[in-house]
């Protein structure tokens, strides 16, 4: 079973520029989340989705950050302008919503942007 | 505040020995826990989860929950060089669909052969 994909791996773009990454979540699962993983740092929650209607957006940095899966599938998160403090890896995973006891999360390998 | 704290930063082992990872929640709502390992380059990836008081034993790996205290633990028994890597302890307040982790900032395992 193929795991959850993202792409591109690396990214590499200077202050100002705009920024998107796609993700494709495991087979069957309908709920998919954003993480964001500072180096050194543990991964932190920006955004997660059930099949397409956004759960939970709080800690999402509205202004330049947006996030959309607009057929329940795969997901795109935009950095608008960036900014040097938003070098780290960009985690997507996914899960089943679904079932009696809480399910874990899978997670693809992310992007790793680096801003100048 | 970090509402899910982990010790220590870093942990160096010999192949063989005992690996044992701590983890305190701040928040008395997060009762679901969860042990991830992140290698490098790579996304974290589940070892085991823990939702009741006691042990729960998955091959090599223990993890021990005490809900009173809110404090979890992870030891790794027989440790092999391929454990070298980050250990997430990660935590949920619910065990439905509504389930969105919390991370601590981790542990650096390296074991030397």
């Known amino acids: 079973e193929a795991g959850v994909t993202q792409s591109p791996r690396y990214a590499v773009l200077q202050e100002g520029q705009a920024v998107s990454f796609w993700c494709d979540p495991i087979?069957?699962?309908?709920?998919l989340y954003w993480y964001q993983q500072p180096r050194d740092q543990g991964p932190q929650l920006l955004v997660y989705?059930?099949?397409?209607?956004?759960?939970?957006n709080s800690q999402l940095p509205s202004d330049r950050f947006s996030a959309v899966r607009p057929k329940g599938t795969n997901s795109t998160l935009k950095i608008q302008s960036a900014k040097q403090g938003d070098t780290a890896t960009y985690l997507c995973?996914?899960?089943?919503?679904?079932?009696?006891?809480?399910?874990?999360?899978?997670f693809g390998s992310g992007t790793r942007l680096t801003v100048l | 505040q970090q509402k899910v704290q982990q010790s220590p930063e870093s942990l160096s082992v010999p192949e063989g020995g005992m690996a044992s990872l701590n983890c305190t929640s701040s928040?008395?709502?997060?009762?679901y826990f969860w042990w991830y390992r992140q290698h490098s380059g790579e996304g974290p990836k589940a070892l085991m989860?823990?939702?009741?008081?006691g042990d729960k034993k998955e091959g090599r790996f223990t993890a021990h929950l005490n809900k009173a205290s809110l404090h979890v633990s992870l030891h790794i028994r027989d440790s092999q060089p391929s454990d070298s890597a980050l250990y997430f302890c990660?935590?949920?307040?619910?065990?439905?669909?509504?389930?969105?982790?919390?991370f601590g900032k981790g542990t650096v395992l390296l074991v030397s052969p």
């Open positions: 995973a996914s899960r089943y919503w679904g079932g009696r006891r809480a399910e874990t999360l899978y």
């Open positions: 087979s069957g699962h309908d709920t």
């Open positions: 989705f059930r099949d397409e209607a956004v759960i939970d």
């Open positions: 928040d008395r709502n997060f009762q």
């Open positions: 989860s823990i939702f009741s008081d």
């Open positions: 990660a935590a949920s307040e619910h065990d439905s669909g509504y389930n969105k982790l919390t």
